[in-house]
């Protein structure tokens, strides 16, 4: 059993910056690699970012390449994404994610075992 806890999000402007940081429990984080997604309302929930065990490779939505980046900590149990030059479409609830088995895609929702509760990003314009 994971348990992940996202925290970060807010309110900012079009053009600002938000560091989202995901918690995990347990002490096998490192052999997880971890993805986020966000989901918008009325909108299915999307892929971001995607980040395996030791830090790399790393993946990106079309959507944020260049804006956003994905690392991770694994002697604090964390996976944080840094998102610069945020505009208003990136307005969503943003959840972290874990797979804990293979799968052949890490940009399908399917393809996690575990998530988070997610944390509310809101961009002004």
């Known amino acids: 059993q994971v348990q992940l806890v996202e925290s970060g999000g807010g309110l900012v402007q079009a053009g600002e910056s938000l560091r989202l940081s995901c918690a995990a429990s347990?002490?096998?984080?490192?052999?997880?690699?971890m993805g986020w997604f966000r989901q918008a309302p009325g909108k299915e929930r999307e892929f971001v970012a995607f980040?395996?065990?030791?830090?790399?490779?790393?993946y990106y939505a079309d959507s944020v390449k260049g804006r956003v980046t994905i690392s991770r900590d694994n002697a604090k149990n964390t996976v944080y994404l840094q998102m610069n030059s945020l505009k208003p479409e990136d307005t969503a609830v943003y959840y972290c994610?874990?797979?804990?088995?293979?799968?052949?895609?890490?940009?399908?929702?399917?393809?996690?075992?575990?998530w988070g509760q997610g944390t509310q990003v809101t961009v002004s314009s």
């Open positions: 980040i395996s065990t030791n830090g790399g490779p790393t």
């Open positions: 994610a874990a797979r804990t088995q293979f799968y052949n895609s890490y940009s399908y929702p399917r393809s996690y075992d575990y």
């Open positions: 347990g002490r096998t984080f490192s052999r997880y690699p």
